[in-house]
Nanobody
């Protein structure tokens, strides 16, 4: 069982940066691939970024590639999403997710544990 708690969301201006953090409970955190998803009002939840249990492999949605960076610290049971050059279209609730996934893919399937989400609003 893994419990996830996101933090770091807020209201920022276009071009600003924001760092989201996800704290995980459970002794087997390092066994899970971790990912960030987001959901804007009236839209489906979409993939943003993922990282394997080792941290060696990452995957990004095309819309955030080059602007967002996912990282993890298995010693601290945390995963982070550094978001730079934010755009209004990045506005959404961001969710942290964990799953026993060996091959990363830009989809929700396989992620068994989810956080409650944190709101990110980018104002123009």
């Amino acid at each position: 069982q893994v419990q996830l708690v996101e933090s770091g969301g807020g209201l920022v201006q276009v071009g600003d940066s924001l760092r989201l953090s996800c704290a995980a409970s459970g002794r087997t955190f390092s066994a899970y691939a971790m990912a960030w998803f987001r959901q804007a009002p009236g839209e489906e939840r979409e993939f943003v970024a993922a990282i394997t249990w080792s941290g060696r492999t990452t995957l990004y949605a095309d819309s955030v590639k080059g602007r967002f960076t996912i990282s993890r610290d298995n010693a601290k049971n945390t995963v982070a999403l550094q978001m730079n050059s934010l755009k209004p279209e990045d506005t959404a609730v961001y969710y942290c997710a964990a799953g026993r996934i060996s091959t990363l893919a830009p989809r929700l399937r396989g992620y068994d544990y989810w956080g409650q989400g944190t709101q990110v609003t980018v104002s123009s």
